[in-house]
């Protein structure tokens, strides 16, 4: 796959996936600086009927509209600015461990049960379905994952297992997801033998699981999530 059909794939699969489409294409545009009249000019509609659009005030856009969408988002940010290409790789490729996408959804209480995790919050959201997981290197990202590169984690949707390894106390993934306009389902923490108080407050804020895996190491995690 090139890199511009990677790139429509990714943001095309993240807002459908999205609990609010015209949300998520409203961000991926001022993501990019994108002037709304500038975006409805490539499209050839109106400028209200794209407000209407990323405002819901129309019916949630269908497939067509979103592929057109992003497809001018694209090729706007190429000629404009060039974000999207030159953050197709992240600058440290061994920050994400691994990524990928279940075939059918599954239930986030499953993935607890399969990583050896502990609930630290999010009991009630047991029953969401995730779609996929990441295992990231949480010192590498540190150093490594800024601005546009932090996005590309979420693979092809949000509705994922965020895996955080060689974690300390576990505050530094939470106020990085806090901060960040894309918010996983369930954020999974390894190592730490005590998790800081503020990070299970931002997962509540967030409304998101977070859970303390007791798995022995990464390769454990890429064990347990290809089977599934």
Same mark, same amino acid.
């Given at each position: 796959?090139?890199?511009?059909?990677?790139?429509?794939?990714?943001?095309?699969?993240?807002?459908?996936?999205? @609990?609010?489409?015209?949300?998520? &294409? !409203?961000?991926?545009?001022?993501?990019?600086?994108?002037?709304?009249?500038? /975006?409805? !000019? $490539?499209?050839?509609?109106?400028?209200?009927? /794209?407000?209407?659009? #990323?405002?819901?005030?129309?019916?949630?856009?269908?497939?067509?509209?979103? !592929?057109?969408?992003?497809?001018?988002?694209?090729?706007?940010? *190429?000629?404009? %600015? =060039?974000?999207?290409? +030159?953050?197709?790789?992240?600058?440290?490729?061994?920050?994400?461990?691994?990524? =990928?996408?279940?075939?059918?959804?599954?239930?986030?209480?499953?993935?607890? $049960?399969?990583?050896?995790?502990?609930?630290?919050? =999010? #009991?009630?959201?047991?029953?969401? #379905?995730?779609?996929?997981? @990441?295992?990231?290197? +949480?010192?590498?990202?540190?150093?490594?994952?800024? =601005?546009?590169?932090?996005?590309?984690?979420?693979?092809?949707? @949000? *509705?994922?297992?965020?895996?955080?390894?060689?974690?300390?106390?576990?505050?530094?993934?939470?106020?990085?997801?806090?901060?960040?306009?894309?918010?996983?389902?369930?954020?999974?923490?390894?190592?730490?033998?005590?998790?800081?108080?503020?990070?299970?407050? &931002?997962?509540? %804020? #967030?409304?998101?699981? /977070?859970?303390?895996?007791?798995?022995?190491?990464?390769? +454990?995690? &890429?064990?347990? &999530? +290809? !089977?599934?």
């Amino acid at each position: 796959m090139d890199s511009e059909n990677e790139i429509l794939a990714k943001i095309a699969g993240n807002v459908i996936a999205s @609990t609010s489409p015209c949300s998520a &294409l !409203k961000f991926w545009r001022k993501r990019l600086n994108i002037k709304q009249i500038q /975006l409805a !000019k $490539e499209m050839s509609v109106t400028p209200s009927v /794209l407000s209407d659009y #990323e405002s819901g005030r129309r019916t949630s856009p269908g497939v067509c509209f979103v !592929k057109k969408y992003v497809k001018s988002l694209i090729k706007l940010d *190429e000629v404009h %600015k =060039g974000i999207l290409k +030159s953050s197709v790789v992240p600058k440290d490729k061994s920050t994400i461990i691994a990524i =990928g996408e279940f075939k059918n959804a599954v239930l986030a209480s499953l993935i607890v $049960e399969m990583i050896k995790g502990k609930v630290l919050h =999010g #009991e009630a959201y047991l029953n969401s #379905e995730i779609y996929g997981y @990441t295992i990231v290197d +949480s010192i590498k990202a540190i150093y490594a994952l800024s =601005g546009f590169d932090f996005y590309k984690i979420f693979g092809a949707t @949000t *509705e994922r297992a965020l895996i955080f390894t060689k974690v300390g106390m576990g505050r530094s993934p939470l106020v990085a997801i806090r901060v960040s306009d894309l918010k996983p389902r369930m954020v999974v923490l390894h190592g730490p033998q005590v998790v800081d108080p503020l990070a299970i407050d &931002l997962a509540e %804020k #967030e409304e998101m699981i /977070l859970v303390l895996s007791s798995l022995p190491n990464e390769e +454990s995690f &890429l064990n347990v &999530l +290809s !089977k599934i």
